[in-house]
C-alpha cells in the first residue's frame, strides 16, 4: 500500500520560519508535490521535487530525500494568509499513475 | 481567469436522488480527474481520464459515474447519493504526469 505522514497541525508565529514534514512508503517513486489549500478551496500548487536537494521558490522552499523517503516544506518569513493546510503527495510511478495525497498539515499562523 | 471551472459550487441533493456536477477546463490538458475530500482528510482519487481513455479506481464504489464527452468537459454523476456522500467533489486537470490544476470545488450536501 501507499503511506504518506504528514503532522495533523502545526501553530507558528507570523514572520517566522516552519518546516513542514512529510514522510512516505510507496511502491515506487516518480515525485513529489507540496500544495496548498486553503478552507473550503481548491489545493494550489506550490512546489515539485523528483531529484534530491532544495528547491527555492520565493519564501516557500522543498526538499527532498529519496533515500530517506523524506520531504520538507520550509516557509519563511510567515504571513497571516500562509494559514492553510499543506498537501504532500507522491507520484508513485512513471507513466499516467496519478498523486497519492497525504492527510495535509493544518498551519495556524498567529500574531 | 479561471482555468478550471466547477458548476455548482454548491449543490444540494436528497437522499437517493441523482444528481450531476460538472467540470470544464480551458488549459487544453489531456488528463481530467475527480476527486474526494472530506472534512480533515486528503483528496481521495475516485476515477481520472487520460486523454479519452477512463481510470476508475478499485474502491470507487459502482454509485460514481462519469463522463467525459470531449476534452474540455468532464461530469460527476452520482446515482442515488448517501449522506456519507457529502463532501468537497474537486476536478483537476494535468497535461500529461504534470501539476495537476484544480478547481474550485462543488460542496455537496445530502438531505
Known amino acids: 500500500g501507499q503511506n504518506i505522514d504528514q503532522p495533523t497541525e502545526m501553530t507558528a508565529t507570523e514572520g517566522a520560519i516552519v518546516q513542514i514534514n512529510c514522510t512516505y512508503q510507496?511502491?515506487?517513486?516518480?515525485?513529489l508535490f507540496w500544495y496548498q489549500q486553503h478552507a473550503g478551496e481548491a489545493p494550489t500548487f506550490l512546489s515539485y521535487n523528483v531529484l534530491d536537494g532544495l528547491e527555492e521558490k520565493g519564501r516557500f522552499s522543498s526538499f527532498l530525500s529519496r533515500s530517506k523517503g523524506y520531504s520538507y516544506l520550509l516557509l519563511k518569513e510567515l504571513q497571516m494568509k500562509d494559514s492553510a493546510s499543506y498537501l504532500c503527495?507522491?507520484?508513485?510511478?512513471?507513466?499516467?499513475?496519478?498523486?497519492?495525497f497525504g492527510k495535509g498539515t493544518r498551519l495556524s499562523v498567529i500574531a | 481567469d479561471a482555468m478550471v471551472i466547477q458548476n455548482p459550487r454548491y449543490q444540494v441533493t436528497q437522499f437517493g436522488k441523482p444528481v450531476t456536477l460538472s467540470c470544464s477546463q480551458t488549459?487544453?490538458?489531456?488528463?481530467m480527474y475527480w476527486y474526494q475530500q472530506k472534512s480533515s482528510q486528503a483528496p481521495k482519487l475516485l476515477f481520472h481520464y487520460y486523454d479519452k481513455d477512463f481510470n476508475n479506481e478499485a474502491d470507487t464504489p459502482d454509485n460514481f459515474q462519469s463522463r467525459r464527452p470531449n476534452t474540455s468537459f468532464c461530469f460527476l454523476d452520482i446515482r442515488s447519493p448517501g449522506l456519507g456522500d457529502a463532501a468537497m467533489y474537486l476536478c483537476?486537470?494535468?497535461?500529461?504526469?504534470?501539476?495537476?490544476?484544480f478547481g474550485p470545488g462543488t460542496r455537496l450536501t445530502v438531505t
Open positions: 510507496t511502491s515506487g517513486f516518480n515525485g
Open positions: 483537476a486537470t494535468s497535461r500529461g504526469v504534470g501539476e495537476q490544476y
Open positions: 488549459l487544453n490538458h489531456n488528463v
Open positions: 503527495a507522491v507520484r508513485v510511478t512513471s507513466g499516467n499513475t496519478p498523486l497519492v
